[in-house]
């Protein structure tokens, strides 16, 4: 559900900046209190965790779609809604800026649409009401399911009033939503069920951690570490291996535009659009999770075998058919999903660490 910046004006573009910028600042603030040795590196591999998860693309059955965890639920969950949110903008920083998934003008709606609504309110208004104070297995997998389902909609509605309040007349509102939202409910049982899933193992494993985050509350003293080395093991084998088996259907936000306009992608309206585009040409060194050689490599042997052949032997449905081989063993999607999820952990750290120390100068 990454929006690009064609589908937003540079207003609602700037308004959605701010508005994340602001839950970034109310967030950063809430959270001086509940950070400590503990949080902070399970702040950082729970990032490096869902930019790996956000590379599998899984098929939605007969619609020729697929989609992708959001994991917002799980970080609210583990971490609380307000460390959620930070986490959440590190990953969806990390990915516009070296990735090139999602636009940087877009990168506000983004922060919004997959942070706000499951850390403030789905976590606190619908998970935490159906485990209560005592959660049980049942509770967790039903809560998890229901927070999940009703965040992503909430989400995929606002990308939805997010385009037509940008005046994108290629996505007529009533159409648009009406392929948007059951297309992101079955994403959205999906992802229930994973984020039932993972709680699960940390409830086993340690429940203090689920318990200091819905009371916005420092880990304490227990030792975390299997823990920390179980989500770290996750992270690497996702990123670095299972990304391969991901769906080459496009996204549920492609299909639902694909199906309304008739194209996957818009043209870029607006000047400022074509100048964050060459910004992120220049900041995006693996562009869409693989090496910059790849591309070029691909339509250096098209125009090679056109002038040997005379005709163009490398065709759009050869390069479609070669492009969706399935396992798509890769190196460069190897890389992608190590080095961005290093990258996520680092910057999520970093901003763990920061935070401390402003609290312990206070």
């Not at 900046?17 to 950070?35: D, H, P, R």
């Not at 590190?90 to 922060?111: E, K, M, P, R, Y």
């Not at 009401?129 to 989400?155: D, F, H, M």
């Not at 009371?215 to 770290?232: E, F, Q, R, Y």
């Amino acid at each position: 559900m990454h929006m690009a910046d064609a589908l937003i004006s540079p207003a609602v573009g700037g308004t959605m900046w701010a508005l994340s910028a602001g839950l970034i600042g109310y967030c950063s603030k809430k959270v001086k209190n509940e950070m400590d040795d503990q949080k902070i590196p399970l702040m950082g591999v729970m990032g490096a965790f869902i930019f790996a998860a956000q590379m599998i693309n899984f098929t939605i059955p007969v619609t020729g779609s697929s989609g992708h965890l959001g994991g917002g639920m799980i970080l609210s969950i583990l971490l609380g809604p307000h460390i959620a949110f930070l986490t959440m903008a590190s990953v969806l920083t990390v990915q516009a800026l070296f990735f090139a998934d999602g636009g940087l003008l877009a990168l506000g709606c983004n922060i919004f649409n997959l942070g706000f609504f499951p850390c403030f309110i789905a976590y606190p208004l619908i998970y935490k009401k159906i485990t209560r104070e005592n959660p049980t297995r049942n509770n967790i997998v039903s809560g998890s399911l229901i927070a999940a389902i009703l965040g992503l909609q909430a989400g995929a509605f606002a990308v939805v009033v997010e385009t037509v309040m940008s005046g994108i007349s290629e996505l007529p509102f009533s159409t648009f939503l009406m392929l948007m939202q059951p297309v992101h409910l079955a994403i959205g049982i999906v992802e229930g069920v994973t984020t039932a899933a993972v709680v699960i193992f940390i409830w086993k494993a340690r429940p203090e951690i689920l318990n200091a985050a819905a009371s916005s509350v420092p880990i304490g003293g227990i030792s975390i570490k299997n823990v920390l080395t179980g989500i770290t093991v996750a992270a690497v084998i996702t990123g670095g291996a299972l990304s391969w088996f991901a769906s080459s259907n496009p996204d549920g936000l492609e299909w639902a535009m694909f199906k309304t306009a008739g194209v996957e992608e818009l043209e870029s309206p607006h000047e400022l659009h074509a100048s964050l585009s060459k910004v992120q040409e220049k900041t995006a060194f693996l562009p869409d999770y693989g090496f910059k050689s790849d591309e070029s490599e691909l339509i250096l042997n098209e125009n090679k075998s056109t002038e040997e052949n005379g005709t163009t032997a490398a065709t759009t449905e050869d390069k479609k058919h070669q492009s969706s081989a399935w396992p798509a063993v890769d190196s460069g999607t190897s890389v992608s999903g190590l080095t961005g999820g290093l990258l996520t952990l680092t910057l999520a750290v970093a901003v763990g660490f920061i935070l401390r120390h402003k609290k312990s100068n206070a």
